[in-house]
Every structure is written in C-alpha cells, then in structure tokens.
Antibody
C-alpha cells in the first residue's frame, strides 16, 4: 500500500524559502505517474502547485512559476517542494499526492501545516 | 484558469439522498474528480473521471455529469458522511472547487 508523508519546518519567516519533503513508501516514484504538491489555505481554498513526473520533468502552476521548484532524490524515494520569497499568504497546509493518468490524485499525505510569520 | 463553483454548505438527515453540484467555467469533458475531506485528515478520493467509483468507497456514493455540470450523490446519507466535499478538474492543469460542507442533522 502506498503511503506519502510530508515533513519540514512548521514556521517560516517572510521573504525566506519554504522547503518540504515528501517521503513515499510502497511505490517507487520512478516507476510511473506524477507526484504533486497541493496546498489548502485557511478558509478551505485548495491550490495545485505543481508536479514532478516519474521521469523527472516538472510542471508548475503558472501563478507560482517564478517562485517554485520541485525536485527529487530517487535514492531515497523522496520529492521536494521549495517555494521562494514567501509571504503570509503562503500560510497553508501542504499536501503531497500521487497523480494518476487522467489527473486524479489517488493517494495523499497527511499534510504539513506551514505558517509564514515573523 | 478553469473555475469550479460549488454550493458552500448543505444539511441533510440520515437516510436521505443528497446531491452536491460542481459547475465548471468551461467544458472539462469528464475530467472531473471528487474528494471527501474530514477535519484533520487528508482528502480521500471518492469518484474519478466523473462517474467511476474508487475502490473501497461505498456504493452509496456516485457521480455523474460531463462538460460543465457535475454531481456527486450520496444515497443514503450516513452520519459518518459529515465532511467537506471537493471537486477537481484535470482538463486544464488542475483546479479545485471551493468545497461543499455537508452537515448531517
């Protein structure tokens, strides 16, 4: 059974970078599919941020394209989110998820709450 | 962006039938999916590609629609169905609806 788990700092200062790790067990991220980051803001709005494919290519939400980077470490079966120049508006719960063909997210991590505050 | 519009909240009694709607600002064919999220938990996939029931999800849940109008139906509703339900399209990148909070009276 596939499992995903987010980890990283829960508090980030404005203008700094937010970095999160998604650790995957039960499936090898180079075997197939795309691996996404999604966030949920206070008030429940959800936003897809981007993904890294099983081959290493990336696709980002145009609204974040100048600030986001998604990378991976295949030896550890992990993928990463970096969001630069954060503001308080980046305060959210961040989820990693597996995306199947057709664009459905069938497996999600439990989420990592990140607060941007000085 | 493809905007998905959902009604904000519904309240129904156990045993009733409830329909949750999602309207897309442009056609997304059948590239629409539904998730259930309970407080403190991650979203759970219920329906994919508009009408396909995810494995392990009770048959009380069903989905329909194509183009711009989609519906998630729960029949009959149970107390455990209290949650927020999100639609998500994958025709044009990925966007989510604002969520429908379902209360069981």
């Amino acid at each position: 059974e596939i499992q995903l788990q987010e980890s990283g700092p829960g508090l980030v200062k404005p203008s700094q970078s937010l970095s999160l790790t998604c650790s995957v067990t039960g499936y090898t991220i180079t075997s197939g599919y795309d691996w996404s980051w999604i966030r949920k803001f206070p008030g429940n709005k959800m936003e897809w941020m981007g993904y890294i494919s099983y081959s290493g290519s990336t696709n980002y939400n145009p609204s974040l394209k100048s600030r986001i980077s998604i990378t991976r470490d295949t030896s550890k079966n992990q993928f990463f989110l970096q969001l630069n120049s954060v503001t308080t508006e980046d305060t959210a719960t961040y989820y990693c998820a597996r995306e199947l063909p057709g664009g459905v997210m069938d497996a999600w991590g439990q989420g990592a709450s990140v607060t941007v505050s000085s | 962006d493809t905007v998905l519009t959902q009604s904000p909240a519904l309240a129904v009694s156990p045993g009733e039938r409830v329909t949750i709607s999602c309207r897309a600002s442009e056609s997304v064919s059948t590239l629409m999916h539904w998730y259930q999220q309970k407080p403190g938990q991650q979203p759970k996939l219920l329906i994919y590609l508009a009408s396909h029931l995810e494995s392990g999800v009770p048959a009380r849940f069903s989905g329909s629609g194509s183009g711009t109008d989609f519906t998630l139906t729960i029949d009959p509703v149970e107390a455990d169905d209290t949650a927020t339900y999100y639609c998500q399209q994958s025709w044009n990148d990925f966007t989510f609806g604002s969520g429908t909070k379902l209360e069981i009276k």
